[in-house]
């Protein structure tokens, strides 16, 4: 819930009151929205947190007697989202934008990573001999044909090609990471520089490298998991360990002893590397 007693909020709660007592009650919600959270979910530190739609009407003192005010806070709430994510296209909209036909799928998870580029781009420099032409990688948490057709004007002569779509759990870190290594290989087309592009999020690059990029991030965060493992199997050992009694190590034969003191020493050494690399 938004900090009622944060000045700035404050502020901006009276004067949307003095705007509901002049009975615009539509416009003193939309003051207030308009600088909160309107989703759990999105991942903005500008906006307040959330208020709920009973809360945020109490707060405004617009009290409707059928709804409590909550329908005039939810109906404006609806309306904001509706501007900041754009308009909503119908499937046939969709399909009339973004050819998914060969989209390649991989990974697992509720969100996307997705490579989208417009075929005359590959094809002329295809005919320069160019295995690299203008691809949009960019980031979705809702279906990605939707998501790549409301990016796309109505006025282009083809369609775009959804050629791959990464899924995943955390698409703001996935992409952010296949971003940087673009940007490191030279391939990013920043529309502030020469590019011939007027748009954020290209990259002179294909699917396939795209693909492989993945794939290396992947294989990473399985090695990152595997001596993850293996560091708090070790921890174990030396917590095990430091809880033995002096009579439990009295009655280890030498060669225990031994075997024992080489396993405190590498699981030792397994803890303190981990530990200074993390």
């Known amino acids: 819930m938004a900090k009622v007693h944060d000045e ?4 901006l709660l009276e004067k949307a ?19 909160m959270n ?21 707060m405004l003192g617009i009290l409707n007697p059928e709804s409590n005010g909550r329908s005039d806070v939810w109906n404006t709430r609806q309306s904001l ?9 119908s499937p046939t909209q969709v399909l009339n934008k973004v050819d998914s036909s060969g989209t390649e799928v991989i990974g697992e998870g509720n969100e996307s990573v997705y490579l989208y580029y417009f075929p005359t781009y590959k094809l002329y420099a295809e005919s ?11 980031k979705t948490k809702d279906p990605v044909e939707g998501r790549v057709a409301s990016q796309i004007g109505g006025q282009l002569p083809e369609k775009a090609t959804l050629a791959l779509v990464m899924q ?17 290989q030279g391939k990013d087309l920043d529309p502030k520089s020469d590019a011939d592009v007027i748009g954020i999020e290209w990259f ?6 795209v693909k492989d990029i993945f794939d290396s991030l992947k294989l990473l965060e399985e090695e990152r998991n595997t001596e993850y493992m293996i560091y708090q199997q070790a921890k174990k050992f030396l917590a095990d360990s430091a809880s033995r009694s002096k009579e439990e190590l009295e009655k280890m034969s030498a060669e225990q002893l031994t075997e024992y003191a080489e396993k405190y020493r590498r699981n030792s050494e397994i803890v303190k590397e981990y530990e200074s690399n993390n």
């Open 81 to 89: 989202i509706q501007e900041r994510s754009g308009p909503r296209l």
């Open 204 to 209: 002179s690059t294909n699917p396939a490298e």
């Open 168 to 184: 995943t759990n955390d698409c703001e870190t996935l992409e952010t990471q296949i971003h940087r290594e673009l940007k490191d």
């Open 17 to 35: 009151k003095l705007i509901a007592q002049q009975g615009k009650k539509r416009d003193a919600i939309r003051s207030v929205l308009k600088h």
């Open 128 to 138: 320069e001999g160019k295995n690299q032409w203008q691809c949009n990688v960019g």
């Open 38 to 58: 309107l989703s759990k979910d999105e991942n903005n530190p500008d906006l307040y947190h959330y208020i709920s739609n009973g809360r945020l009407a109490e």
């Open 8 to 11: 700035n909020f404050s502020q």
